[in-house]
């Protein structure tokens, strides 16, 4: 049983003593009122019902001194703090609510008031965090699709942005090694074997890709950002590969990438174009060494042709300044055209094509480059899986190349690769689900350095909204 002073709100007894039809509680002149526990959850409820918050308060106090793990108890704090203006407190109510129930149904309760709450509070970045905890709950797909329209609604409104990506890929190719043991240049074998490290090496790659923003300026036509962006990657050879490298350590083939960017995107015309401008600092690092500081602008242009077709035009310039010497300095002029079109049934398609030139001191970094990327989209899931695939054809001209002495007529390699994606958008955790890729590739070269191919499979994580 459990003792409850409610002096200050006899006024109200008499209400509460009808709808609970106790005898215990038929003497509201008294000072005190004795209710067991699930005659107080009534009354609680039935406070919070009549605009009482402050009763709410109070019963839920007395059933907190009764059990302070009582979710119950933490979720009528959080619905009266609400009511009362204390955001703070009602959020806290609602985390404790959340963490002490075991039933899916009462968290996605404590979640969405949580939301709700941090809504109210005008704390986006926290409303988003509540929200993905309530879609982990969510009692039907119903529910989710709208709490995911929410969390849509609100990533506008928030001036933080975030992207994290988790992938790790098996592959029999982990260094863009060579497919054959013999050095071979236009035919012939001028200089005999290559190392272990650059023979092709199976093992792990796995990778970690985050970026955060931040909305400097906004307004319905325009937005301007500054964002950082972190790029991991790590490799582990397998038993194979480190017999046949014995030299080469995980940490040789480890890199990472790092930028902050300051970009401005805004509307042009009145049919759905875009247009954005770009700069940004960053730094390569490989081998646990710092391999090249770089600048990059860029200039994109969207055309929306109509509702389903649209056309895209990429430009930039990228400045690398080598930490080893400027002789290594390199200067990267690229343009990319895409096309994107949905199909009347719903399916996607695109085509784009990139071209790049670069230009060196050092005659291995002078190269021009194309490719070409085709890819489909099926609208409708084929089983559990939202199906995607891809084909990349790509060429590479090196005018000059020094490989032991000057290759006469330089290098030039070609390459395909294809990849399909099978994203599983059912087994998400708090709205992040895992994507399953198939990659297989080729590249051709007159130098038989060049000569890769890899096979991997790779599992990444990625937002279903």
């Known amino acids: 049983m459990l003792s409850v002073g409610i002096l200050k709100y006899m006024a109200h007894l008499s209400a509460v003593c009808l709808v609970l039809l106790v005898p215990a509680m038929?003497?509201?002149?008294?000072?005190?009122?004795?209710?067991?526990l699930p005659e107080a959850r009534t009354v609680a409820v039935h406070?919070?019902?009549?605009?009482?918050?402050?009763?709410?308060?109070q019963i839920a106090a007395g059933l907190l001194q009764a059990d302070p793990r009582s979710s119950y108890a933490h979720f009528v704090l959080?619905?009266?703090?609400?009511?009362?203006?204390?955001?703070?407190?009602g959020r806290k109510s609602a985390a404790r609510a959340f963490r002490y129930?075991?039933?899916?149904?009462?968290?996605?309760?404590a979640a969405e008031l949580a939301a709700r709450i941090s809504y109210a509070d005008s704390r986006p970045t926290l409303t988003q965090l509540w929200l993905r905890r309530?879609?982990?709950?969510?009692?039907?797909?119903?529910?989710e699709k709208q709490l995911a329209r929410d969390y849509g609604s609100v990533r506008q409104q928030n001036p933080f942005s975030f992207s994290l990506r988790g992938e790790l890929r098996p592959s029999s190719n982990v260094n863009n090694g060579a497919d054959t043991a013999l050095q071979v240049i236009d035919g012939l074998p001028f200089t005999g074997q290559l190392s272990g490290s650059a023979q092709a090496l199976a093992g792990l790659v796995g990778a970690f890709d985050g970026t955060v923003g931040y909305r400097l300026r906004g307004t319905p036509k325009s937005r301007t950002d500054l964002a950082a962006r972190i790029y991991v990657q790590r490799t582990h050879l397998d038993g194979d590969a480190r017999a046949l490298a014995p030299d080469l350590s995980n940490s040789d083939l480890g890199s990472t990438y790092g930028k902050i960017e300051l970009g401005h995107r805004f509307a042009v015309g009145t049919s759905g174009g875009s247009a954005r401008l770009s700069a940004a600092l960053g730094q390569y690092w490989s081998s646990g060494n710092l391999s090249y500081s770089f600048v990059r602008l860029e200039g994109a242009r969207n055309w929306r042709l109509d509702a389903r077709s649209s056309l895209s035009l990429n430009v930039s310039i990228d400045q690398r300044l080598s930490a080893r010497s400027d002789f290594f300095d390199s200067t990267t002029f690229g343009v990319e055209a895409?096309?994107?079109?949905?199909?009347a049934w719903g399916d996607r398609t695109s085509v784009s094509v990139t071209l790049q030139q670069s230009d060196s001191d050092f005659v291995n970094s002078r190269v021009s480059s194309a490719a070409l990327r085709m890819s489909y989209s099926f609208s409708e899931r084929i089983g559990p899986a939202q199906v995607s695939g891809g084909l990349v054809f790509g060429i590479l001209d090196f005018?000059?190349?020094f490989a032991v002495f000057d290759i006469p007529d330089g290098r030039q390699d070609t390459s395909t690769h294809a990849d399909i994606n099978f994203f599983l958008p059912d087994l998400d955790y708090a709205g992040f689900a895992p994507t399953l890729r198939l990659r297989a590739g080729r590249s051709r070269s007159n130098i038989s350095r060049f000569d890769t191919r890899e096979l991997s499979v790779s599992v990444s994580v990625r937002s279903k909204f």
């Not at 959080?78 to 407190?89: F, I, Q, T």
């Open 26 to 36: 038929a003497q509201c002149q008294q000072d005190r009122v004795v209710l067991s």
């Open 78 to 89: 959080a619905n009266a703090y609400a009511d009362m203006g204390r955001h703070k407190d």
């Open 101 to 109: 129930t075991k039933k899916p149904a009462q968290k996605f309760e």
């Open 338 to 343: 895409g096309a994107q079109h949905t199909l």
């Open 47 to 57: 406070a919070l019902a009549t605009g009482r918050p402050e009763l709410a308060v």
């Open 134 to 143: 309530a879609v982990q709950n969510a009692p039907n797909e119903q529910v």
């Open 399 to 401: 005018p000059d190349y």
